[in-house]
């Protein structure tokens, strides 16, 4: 039996439809990451998930109990991070950890072992109130709490969202040791560099899965032939490019835009179409697609 | 005429003890697109205080828009637009509304203020729900609008608080268009932000760790010097 499993699942708040039919299922030692922007209704489904709102249609379980069913034996086995920070900010480090092993009935001493590493790294600050750490030190310990009564199933909104680019990475490193334990990790992020980290990947927008797939087969699923290109203006270059016939789609993509073409071109075809005399700097070559060309892809479509 | 937007020296801010911001220097070039980047807590917030004419240097000095960081800082205010993902419209207002507010608070003339709304309206689309309120917008009308507003005194500086961070991507694009699109007409774009993606699309990225630039350059330069593939791995190694 899946640790998460998800069928048909919808929710509306008003006219506004949240969640539109998500099916999905996780497995014990699996990091599953649900990839989308704001509002795409990640939040929705992981408030479903740990029973804290009921979906309107569509049945849901979670380490083997029904949502509705079940609520409360779900509490018992699930840890949930949610995307705001909801530790006690006037009770210290020590305090919070310790308040959220008793209420699960449960010590610090006896799951030690799980949170070791990363505890081990807020420490020296056991002292201070929660509400004074610094953003990365409170993922720590908000995922420290979420973890101290050993969950086999864990749930993380957003957790790195606000966060520095060096606690992200750590971060990430930590849930790669806890999914070796064998805990099922579901994990939401509009952070689309960080899908390649996970097993599996979801990707959501408007309330529905565009994609189901681990990272790899997800990029492979790219439709048309991809250029990365990059001059000394790259604002105008694009607007030339969208008047071309070749073009599929061209788009901002940091330093550099991306062009995706109706059929494979050469480079030096797609140069033959430029007055490169406006662009003495012009870089063109072919590239692999990523998660978020995908994405951009997809949501077209929608 | 001075062709930086933006020219500092030493700029230092101290609260008693603790040195927040540590003798930066630098400078933007008018019409540049600026990333300012740092780790939560390394000053990015204090230096920007500074810049906008909120809080005064303890040492250093500089002009920003023309205007002495110490002894104008009233006037900076007047030269510079503002605007966060965070917080920049009124929700309970309408679109007409809050152009309006806006217009006003900048000194704008009535006329001035008509005018405004009318090209803002007009260039953005949004006439057709100019009598809506700004909380029945889509997030990317939202935020455009927000820009457009933040230039409604014809500013020569605008300041980006993390202005695409987790938004769609479709919509931060239409975004970044929108910067360009400004820049393009020799408006400065300072971007402060610790999402590193975003700094990919910065003309010059500086980077602040606990008080002090550490790193300023273009990204594809920045990229070479620490031989790492993405703005994300600068910023890495830059901190450890």
């Known amino acids: 039996m899946p640790a998460i499993e998800v069928n048909n699942t919808s929710r509306t708040y008003g006219k506004v439809q949240a969640l539109n039919s998500i099916s999905l299922s996780v497995e014990y030692g699996e990091l599953f990451g649900l990839i989308g922007p704001d509002g795409a209704g990640k939040s929705t489904l992981f408030r479903i998930l740990t029973t804290l709102l009921l979906a309107d249609t569509g049945t849901a379980s979670v380490a083997g109990h029904d949502v509705v069913q079940s609520y409360r034996q779900i509490r018992k086995e699930v840890g949930y991070m949610p995307g705001r920070f909801s530790l006690y900010q006037d009770l210290t480090v020590e305090e919070n950890l310790r308040f959220f092993a008793t209420i699960f009935n449960t010590t610090i001493e006896e799951n030690y072992n799980l949170i070791k590493d990363i505890y081990e790294q807020i420490e020296p600050f056991k002292k201070r109130p929660a509400g004074k750490l610094s953003g990365g030190m409170k993922q720590k310990l908000a995922l420290s709490c979420a973890l101290i009564h050993k969950p086999k199933v864990l749930f993380l909104d957003e957790p790195t969202t606000g966060v520095d680019a060096v606690s992200r990475q750590e971060f990430w490193d930590m849930l790669k040791n806890l999914k070796e334990k064998g805990i099922a990790i579901l994990v939401s992020t509009p952070y689309m560099d960080e899908a390649s980290l996970c097993d599996r990947i979801a990707l959501i927008q408007s309330g529905k899965i565009l994609q189901t797939d681990t990272p790899e087969e997800i990029v492979k699923s790219y439709p048309s032939p991809l250029y990365a290109i990059r001059s000394n203006n790259n604002y105008e270059l694009l607007k030339v490019l969208r008047d071309k016939n070749y073009t599929k789609s061209a788009l901002p993509f940091g330093e550099y835009l991306h062009l995706a073409t109706h059929t494979s071109m050469g480079v030096d075809e797609i140069i033959s179409t430029l007055n490169t005399g406006n662009y003495p700097d012009l870089e063109i070559k072919p590239i692999k697609p990523d998660i978020e060309d995908l994405f951009l892809e997809l949501s077209r479509e929608v | ?240």
């Open chain 2, 1 to 240: 005429m001075n062709s930086y937007s933006i020219e500092v020296e030493n700029l230092t801010k101290k609260f008693g003890e603790f040195t927040a911001v540590d003798n930066i220097s630098f400078k933007v070039a008018k019409g540049e697109i600026f990333g300012f980047l740092g780790a939560n807590g390394a000053g990015k917030t204090t230096a920007m205080r500074m810049l906008t004419g909120l809080s005064k240097p303890t040492s250093g000095q500089g002009t920003v828009a023309g205007f002495n960081v110490i002894r104008d800082h009233e006037k900076i205010k007047t030269r510079i637009g503002y605007m966060s993902q965070k917080f920049s419209l009124y929700e309970d207002l309408t679109v007409r509304q809050n152009i309006r507010l806006f217009g006003g608070i900048y000194g704008l003339s009535n006329q001035e203020i008509r005018e405004k709304s009318e090209t803002i309206l007009h260039d953005l689309r949004l006439s057709e729900v100019s009598s809506k309120l700004v909380a029945a917008l889509p997030l990317g009308w939202k935020q455009r609008l927000a820009f457009a507003i933040s230039m409604i005194h014809d500013p020569d500086i605008v300041f980006l608080d993390e202005p695409t961070g987790g938004v769609d991507p479709f919509v931060r694009r239409q975004f970044w268009e929108a910067i360009y699109e400004a820049a393009g007409h020799g408006r400065t774009i300072f971007v402060t932000t610790h999402y590193l993606d975003e700094a990919e699309y910065c003309d010059r990225v500086s980077i602040m760790v606990s008080g002090r630039i550490e790193a300023l350059d273009t990204p594809t330069n920045l990229k070479k010097q620490f031989n790492a593939s993405t703005m994300d791995n600068v910023f890495v190694k830059l901190v450890r």
